[in-house]
């Protein structure tokens, strides 16, 4: 960890850094034991998985490759002392970690992966798209990414229920103490979506194209859109879906809100939106839709409203919200 900000002259040579590479893949491709690995909820079995020395240890491992890969993996950012350094810090091991990376998160669909472990799993795929060479290693896992991997990290968990019923004043706490939040694979989770829906193949080296459309954000508010009409249907039908989905879709739309409003044509698709998804949910019996959808409207409360009545429900519904 010493080495983040000065790589030391021994690990500068020939060699030298390679078996600690070596050694810090083997413990991120190591597999655990079943009663560490099996997928849970329960809060009680996270934090004790979360404590266990195998999970601490894999956890020490993805911070440190990620700290080195953030600091020598991509050359705009390194000084020209560090530049050779970092060249062969890249050709050498980026390829090789990112996939250790990748399917460590993609396991967390299955099987349980510790806090830190995720969280600085994510942080590394995040480095990993801003750079055009891993960006193009990332492409064909796009769409597990967006799909079957965001939203479900983005849920609200059993920690967050169970908190949040025994001191709901702690849980807002939290979510709004940087502290906190920096190291919760949920926030975490929400800078790779932005940087995957910001990003643009017609941008070349970090140079941005006037009028370059981004390649992701399109598709994946569809994706948004026709599981917000699914849930729509499923709860005129009578059935109960889970309302943890609904709230992270939600919670997706409103992080991508930078990006949505650069876009015309997304930003006046967000009145209909808010109108048949969210304005219902403003006297939602479950607090967390109830929640989001306040949060939602905050920001979004900035665009151009075509219909007066849903702007006097929204305003009376987040009004009534304060006193419920």
């Known amino acids: 960890m010493s080495n983040q900000l000065h790589i030391t002259p021994f690990l500068r040579e020939a060699g030298a850094l390679d078996p600690w590479i070596a050694f810090f893949k083997t413990l991120l491709d190591r597999p655990l034991p079943a009663e560490l690995d099996s997928f ?8 004790a998985r979360d404590k266990s020395l195998h999970w601490k240890i894999k956890g020490m491992a993805a911070k440190i490759t990620y700290r080195l890969f953030s600091k020598y993996g991509n050359l705009k950012y390194v000084s020209a002392d560090d530049e050779a350094f970092s060249a062969d ?18 396991r967390r669909k299955t099987n349980f992966v510790g806090s830190k472990s995720l969280n600085f799993v ?8 801003k750079i ?5 290693k990332l492409k064909p896992f796009i769409e597990n990414i967006l799909y079957e991997t965001v939203i479900p990290i ?3 968990t059993h920690k967050d229920v169970t908190l949040f019923t025994e001191d709901a004043i702690e849980y807002i706490r939290k979510q709004q103490d940087f502290t906190e939040t920096l190291y919760m694979p949920k926030n975490t989770i929400i800078d790779l979506l932005i940087y995957i829906c910001n990003y643009s193949s017609e941008n070349v080296g970090g140079k941005k194209k006037k009028g370059a459309k981004p390649d992701y954000l399109f598709p994946f508010l ?14 005129a039908s009578g059935a109960t879906p889970d309302w943890r989905v609904k709230e992270a879709l939600l919670y997706a739309v409103g992080s991508l809100k930078d990006q949505v409003e650069c876009q015309p044509e997304l930003s006046s698709q967000m009145e209909p939106m808010l109108t048949n998804h969210v304005l219902a949910e403003l006297k939602s019996t479950q607090p967390f839709l109830r929640s989001r959808a306040c949060w939602l409207y905050g920001e979004f409360g900035e665009f151009e409203f ?13 009004y009534q919200s304060l006193f419920a």
């Open 40 to 47: 849970v909820e329960d809060m009680e079995s996270i934090q």
């Open 222 to 235: 569809n994706y948004v859109s026709e599981n917000l009409a699914q849930y729509a249907t499923q709860v």
């Open 306 to 318: 075509t219909n007066e009545d849903h702007v006097k429900q929204a305003v009376d519904g987040v």
């Open 89 to 106: 810090f890249f050709n050498k091991y980026a390829e090789s970690l990112l996939e250790s990376h990748l399917t460590l998160m993609f």
């Open 122 to 129: 994510i942080k590394f795929v995040t480095a990993a798209t």
């Open 132 to 136: 055009d060479k891993t960006m193009d």
């Open 154 to 156: 983005m849920m609200v």
